[in-house]
């Protein structure tokens, strides 16, 4: 076989996600770092404290790859010896604002707890099974016996009594609150599954779906909201034992600054590992930025809580010397069975690469991974043509951001949720606005309640309140607290925000009345599609990889600038009307009602007939079918006049 | 399971933002004003409305004094003012007690003591040997420094020549009489000192900036700079010993990943290798 025939080893050089990979590790790049990580689980597991590292390293470095490794390593996929005890493992790329920094991280805690991992089980069954044997609640095999108590749940609905009982037995200081305990037990015996994770993430759930779940409704004003997401994420961190600690990864902590003056995510973000710290144990958190980033870092974080974050270590992820590239290449090369046939007594121990032509890629005595990966993968490819031919060139800038801004607008109208649509606005909406060369500055301090984003203008004080509530007391809350904004600063624009799929029912009587008060303020009422979100999502995604470092185009690292100039630029076309939909200069007509209660029937039964929906509604056909016509591009129709209404869902 | 704070949503949550606004546990006296009437159906529901907040893990009182409530999170600032106030200096036991009293207004004495004994027990406040006498002093590190040591002989002086009618400050000048200045170190001038006194100077003041460094924390070459611009006041100078240094394997130098972004005045504060790479810290090389 020749080279031409062997697939580059060099491809897909970085690693963006730890839970994915780490295909190919050399142990010995980054050692001293990782055995500090190693140190820092054996502490927390030796002692009932937390404990946090700080991990710096240039972009390319291999932070994500070194937190890949710690995840294989307490999944138990290391080294096949099982000699490194298990952990629960949890991903947080900080792409949040910081008024939601707890939510955003109760989603992050929720979800990996949810995933599967190791032996096919979820993390979070794995924690209470450990748990119920440690406190000796269930003896022998705990899987066996969870598939035993799952099918009597079938049978019957009562509690899980050894959960109730551990409850009770561990949770002495009552930081598991009925709720919590509730939803734990759905969890783990296979009920409500899809509703008892959707209240542990957080998400607004109607009340039908509370009932169901026996879980107690919950104040969801913005400040109660952060609240319980903070003592969720404390309470579900008690789980963690000495045999099972819990590691919390933070990721993109750059995300969190909107621009260089703005230093209210880095202080949240600190403000949140102190406590987390402080009141959890046999917790490890383990914070990643990027070396760029030290400044910033220890400008705007408390220095008590950047003591916290680096409290047992702080490391750094040196650039690779000559010999751990060494390593490295030939590790890449000999993981081809083919190539490494190929490669078999050859005296030039990197062929068929050159060694002074691998060396180009050092600056002084080191060179970061993806530098080094990248510059392999070129020369490979030249290699494979037979002869020493010039590198192929990497991908123009504008050919790479258009083709990450779509990857990511593609992903985001996949698993875009209304859910998500508050952390969407709060994050991306101010760099939308930067972008867009708008005036307005937004101001952290002195918030009006109700109010989750105020901005400064030269035409006065522009307030953005999300109304994406489900109708209830809390939206009722959310507008009443809006209505009081505009009667105490009438000069505030107001503009309250609503994910268009998200459309307020005709039970919803005080809710209506009271948006109706509002607009007749000037208020006004938006309401994104999913797709202006979804495209909202990608672009603070592109921005957060950016200034993390992550966006990385064959081993260039594409500069913030670049992206932002890029990105800004195109706001002629797609981004531009997404800032008009958010922040428009018109006002917005009012929503039309019979709109709203079509929307909202479509949203129960998916496909309904215009008769029924207009004797469901008590409106006359014709109303329905003019209705129809005039929203067709959210609601589909079929016929003419249309005869039958049916869901539209997002073109992916 | 009651429906009692389903039927109160807004009485629950006007509690909680009461609590939330308040530094100090609070009353139900306080709690039933911060709730306006329309809340809750009679004033006499309150009591059992704040139990199930209670047990639903909302917020919490002690036995010892069931009529004060707190959230969760204001037991934690209590104990960082716990920490803060032993971070001054080590304190006994009883000085520490007294001292809390001011405080920790509004918690019960039995949570305080509480609240003292978890952070002994978490390790996150350590019994040291005391200076002079047997009772052991409660430190927030796990052996007092010579600094505390120091600043408690201070202390006692202070107390003991208080009787002799002497003032803090006084007492003080005459501590400050006693010890010496230490002698200034020369500024080292490149014409004076050979790289090898450079390259020492920089690695000692890394340690001395960061001891973690020791362990590969990284320094910051802008502060590095600044600690040694009476020692080594040339730019160039600074720059090349810093890059000689990596060259030879002693630190590792990490390049700025967005230099070209940066003012001019941003890029003299990092080191330059002369060739368009900009370093912003370094770490010593294991």
Partial sequence: MSLAAISNPFHSPVVSDPWEGPEIDVISVHQSAFARCCEAVATVRARPHSASVLVYGES????THLLARLRARVAGEGDGSGSFQKAIFVSAPLRASARMIWRHLRDCLVGDLLRRSGDGGAQLERL???????????SGDGPLWLAQRRQEARRDDLPCRELEELFDRMDSAGRLSYNLRVALGHLLLGRHRGLAAAWLRGESLPEEALRKLEIMPEPDGDDELEDQ??????AL????TAELPIIFCFDQIEALQLDPQDTSGLIAFGQMISALYAETRRVLIISCVQISFLGALNQSVRGADLDRIREFAEVSLNPLTWDEAQQLIKARMDAQPELKRLRAGRPDSLWPLREEEVKAAFTGAGCIARRLIAHCAALFEAQRGGEAVAIPTTPSVEVFLKAALEERRRKALESGEPSQTNQIITHGLPSLLLLAGNRWRQRNRDVPAGVDLLFESAEGDVAIGLCNNRPGPGLVKKLDQLRRVAEDAPATKLILLRDSRLPIGRTASKTRELRERLLKKGARWVEP????LATLDALRRLLSDAKSGELDNRGDTVELKTVQDWLARHLAADLKDVLNEMAPGDVMPPPEELYEEIAELLGRQHVVSVADAAALLGRKVEEVEACAQTHSDRVGALGDPPAVLFRLVSDV | ???????????VACALRALRESAQPLTVAKLAKAIPKSALKSKKDLPELL??????????????????YWLPGLEEQASERILEALSEIPLTQTDLKSKLRSLLIGWPQTRRDEMLARLIKEKRVYKVPPLTGKAALLSVRDEATPQDYVRLALQLAVDRLKTRGLTVEQVLTVAREVLKPAPVSPAISPSSHDAADLE????ERMLRLNPSAVNGAPVQLSQLRQALRSEISDKDVFDRTIMRLAEHGRVVAHRHDYAGGLSQEDLAALVSDGQGNYFIAVTLRD
């Fill in chain 1, 128 to 138: 209470l099974l450990g748990l119920l044997s440690k406190y000796r609640l269930i």
């Fill in chain 1, 229 to 234: 997401a903070r003592q969720l994420v404390t």
């Fill in chain 1, 60 to 63: 390319g470095s291999g932070k």
């Fill in chain 1, 237 to 240: 961190s008690c789980l963690a």
């Fill in chain 2, 51 to 68: 139990k199930q907040m209670v047990r639903a893990g909302q917020i919490r009182s002690h036995k010892a004094r069931s009529s004060v």
């Fill in chain 1, 529 to 532: 599609s999913a797709e202006a």
């Fill in chain 2, 200 to 203: 020492r100077l920089i690695l």
């Fill in chain 2, 1 to 11: 399971m009651s429906n009692e704070q389903a039927s109160h949503p807004e009485a």
